[in-house]
């Protein structure tokens, strides 16, 4: 069985939400559908805190090692002396690290996003039932 | 509550405004649409005709190897940096203006890049060889040479259209969803698998804002780097007038400058056009057009500072080439960039102006112009007068260059006109997120 509860503002949607917060209701048993991101949302029904910088972390930290290496693997593969200079030039090198390092940082974030937020979803792509700009609290019970 | 009703009916109505511009297009979008198309294909035509003749066509020949094209390119490059900085550093600093003006700006972002990419491959001559700058293992076991700009660039530029591309796709995922309700028959399953199932639940939201988050916070450095790496293009070669440690500064300043003033350019039409009166305000515009004047006042101050570093400098040969800037060959453009740039914003002090669209519009087109002329003035007058003033010599436009180079500005307008009848125009959950707030901390 689920109750459903819909609401055209968001004071009148986190009002609501703070009731059946308080009054002991299991917080994975309440869903929430909203228009836009509703700030005092997560502070309501104490979300955790998003796991997606671990993502992002992994992916900054790969691409920075992919751009050294890159650079310095290529750079002994073949030891041509250019410019005078040595041939493990860090600074240089460090550019194409830092471009490496955004790019599969940004890259690794938008995967790990889709992860975690559970997407894409075929079924939610053409949706039954529609909510516009309602806001939506749907209570589970058994 | 009294009110609750009318806040949803404000919410329908903002969907209902801007998902009207994506309805079916007039007489007169056609028309600008088939003009931009006749243009760009006539620009194919020239380039064809450049491959097949040769370089020579283009004008670019010793001493000033660099021209029209490498100045276009740096130009669009620049065009795109103000819509990673208006969406991204205005996102970390929380600024509420932003909401009216990122979707163009990011949109304008994404064109201007794939505008800018054009150049190094047109300027290539044998277009077909582009990979050789890639890293790729081959046979003859040779590498790109990682210690030249123009490598750095490749990794610069390709970065930065991946992570705008996933900045903008990511910012439009909610809007999609608002389309995908409003739209039938394909339209509904295109939308649709766009939206990739956007609900709006508590958990997507709270993994997407960390996710703008962190895109925003990956962009910022970005912006300031690709420019940075572009104007090392220059910065690294020892030519007098490119060889100085102001440059990086100096050329993302300026991009910032140039991309808000297209940014006015774009939306100050289609505000018009689309009837989005209601949400893009004139205290908008009056926020975005502070940024113009502190950027263009950056930008006097790089160009008096490039002065001054020349004459402190002791060297002759840099002493010159600043003198011939402002008095040789090429004085006269340099003037109309200096107009364009230090002296024309001026009037953007004053409060009234700031609220005036039309100036605010004739202001965007001058900067655009002067702009496009800093490009110039620094890459010909260098190469057009170094060291041996036995090898001097002058650059002269071609039709062919030229024909690209507009070309160039139909390809990008025609994308951005495609864009405005496909997407969502305005990023509408976060003006209603924002409108919920009210603005008045904006």
Redesign the interface.
């Known amino acids: 069985m689920r109750e459903e509860f819909l609401f055209n503002s968001e004071e009148e949607f986190c009002a609501k939400l703070r009731e059946v917060s308080q009054s002991g209701v299991d917080r994975r048993k309440i869903r929430t559908i909203t228009p836009y991101f509703v700030y005092e949302l997560d502070e309501i029904i104490q979300a955790p805190a998003s796991n997606l910088k671990f993502f992002t972390l992994f992916g900054a930290v790969l691409g920075f090692i992919t751009g050294m290496s890159l650079t310095i693997y290529t750079v002994l593969s073949w030891p041509l002396i250019t410019g005078g200079k040595p041939f493990i030039s860090l600074p240089p090198f460090l550019i194409i690290g830092f471009e490496m390092t955004i790019l599969l940082g940004g890259v690794t974030s938008f995967l790990g996003f889709l992860l975690i937020a559970r997407l894409p979803r075929i079924k939610d792509m053409a949706p039954d039932k529609e909510y516009g700009n309602q806001f939506v609290i749907v209570v589970e019970k058994e | 509550?009294h009110?609750?009703?009318h806040?949803?009916e404000l919410?329908?109505q903002l969907?209902n405004d801007i998902l009207a511009a994506m309805r079916k297009p007039s007489t007169l979008y056609w028309f600008a649409l088939a003009v931009c198309l006749f243009v760009v294909m006539i620009g194919g035509a020239l380039w064809g005709y450049q491959i097949v003749t040769g370089m020579g066509v283009a004008g670019k020949n010793n001493p000033v190897g660099w021209a029209m094209y490498i100045t276009t390119f740096v130009f669009w490059v620049g065009i795109a940096h103000s819509g990673t900085l208006i969406s991204a550093v205005l996102l970390l600093f929380r600024a509420k203006f932003r909401s009216r003006f990122n979707r163009s700006a990011e949109a304008m972002t994404i064109f201007a890049i794939m505008t800018a990419g054009l150049f190094p491959l047109i300027h290539m001559g044998r277009v077909w060889f582009f990979y050789f700058v890639m890293?790729y293992p081959n046979q003859r076991?040779?590498?790109?040479?990682?210690?030249s700009p123009l490598?750095?660039d490749v990794?610069?530029i390709?970065?930065y259209l991946?992570?705008s591309l996933?900045?903008f796709y990511?910012g439009m995922i909610?809007d999609f969803a608002?389309v995908?309700?409003r739209a039938s028959g394909i339209r509904?399953?295109i939308y649709?698998?766009l939206?990739?199932?956007?609900?709006?639940?508590?958990?997507?939201?709270?993994?997407?804002?960390?996710?703008c988050i962190?895109?925003a916070a990956?962009?910022t450095?970005?912006v300031v780097?690709v420019h940075s790496?572009v104007s090392w293009d220059f910065a690294m070669a020892i030519l007098p007038g490119w060889h100085t440690t102001i440059f990086a500064h100096y050329f993302v300043a300026g991009a910032i400058f140039s991309g808000t003033a297209m940014v006015f350019t774009l939306v100050i039409p289609m505000r018009k056009i689309f009837h989005l009166e209601r949400y893009i305000t004139l205290e908008h515009f009056e926020s975005l057009t502070k940024l113009l004047l502190i950027t263009s006042l950056i930008v006097s101050y790089a160009y008096i500072v490039e002065f001054l570093l020349a004459f402190y400098s002791g060297n002759p040969f840099e002493k010159s080439i600043f003198v011939y800037r402002a008095t040789g060959d090429y004085a006269g453009l340099f003037w109309i960039m200096v107009f364009c740039n230090c002296v024309a914003p001026l009037i953007l002090f004053v409060k009234k102006i700031r609220r005036n669209l039309v100036v605010l519009f004739i202001v965007s087109i001058l900067i655009n112009i002067g702009m496009w002329f800093e490009r110039f003035v620094i890459i010909v007058s260098t190469l057009s007068h170094d060291f041996l003033p036995y090898a001097w010599g002058l650059y002269k436009p071609t039709l062919v260059d030229t024909g690209i180079v507009i070309a160039s500005f139909a390809w990008f307008f025609l994308f951005f006109l495609l864009f405005a009848k496909t997407l969502p125009i305005l990023a509408i959950?976060?003006v209603?997120?924002v409108s919920?707030k009210g603005e008045h901390h904006a």
């Open positions: 509550m009110n609750s009703a806040v949803l919410n329908n969907d890293p076991q040779l590498w790109s040479n990682f210690r490598v750095w990794f610069a390709s970065t991946t992570i996933v900045f990511v909610p608002i995908r309700q509904k399953w649709g698998v939206s990739v199932g956007w609900r709006g639940t508590e958990t997507q939201w709270r993994h997407y804002n960390q996710l962190l895109l990956f962009a450095p970005l780097s790496v959950t976060e209603k997120e919920a």
